[in-house]
């Protein structure tokens, strides 16, 4: 599976946006997704994920309420609606895939197998 993460940019504190992630490959397989982020100078840390279904999703607390993550199987793409966007948002926002049955979706990253190359989200005082 490749993944190709789009979307990012330059956005002021309290503004939005869309964060958009595609697959191609074997899509045909189910898979739960997740995005992730690293800030400059930090580690990896999760965003939110969803299962195959999409029925089920998780958020890390630090994005709860501002954040959604959704999914459109029959477009193969992967969505992160990021709402009232803080300076502390910025990062390098990766999506990530890997096999899985419709359970809960990890939120570790080592537990994905597929990774996309990343866009920057830059969030303005």
């Known amino acids: 599976v490749q993944l190709q993460a789009s979307g990012g940019g330059l956005v002021q504190a309290g503004g939005s946006l869309r964060l958009s992630c595609a697959a191609s490959g074997r899509t045909r397989s189910s898979y739960a997704m997740g995005w992730f982020r690293r800030a400059p100078g930090k580690e990896r840390e999760f965003v939110a994920a969803i299962s195959w279904s999409g029925h089920i999703t998780i958020y890390a607390n630090s994005v709860k309420g501002r954040f959604t993550i959704s999914r459109d199987n029959a477009k193969n793409t992967l969505y992160l609606q990021m709402n009232s966007l803080k300076p502390e948002d910025t990062a390098v926002y990766y999506c990530?895939?890997?096999?899985?049955?419709?359970?809960?979706?990890?939120?570790?990253?080592?537990?994905?197998?597929?990774w996309g190359q990343g866009t920057q989200v830059t969030v303005s005082s």
């Open positions: 990530a895939a890997t096999p899985s049955t419709d359970y809960t979706p990890p939120s570790g990253g080592r537990e994905y197998d597929y």
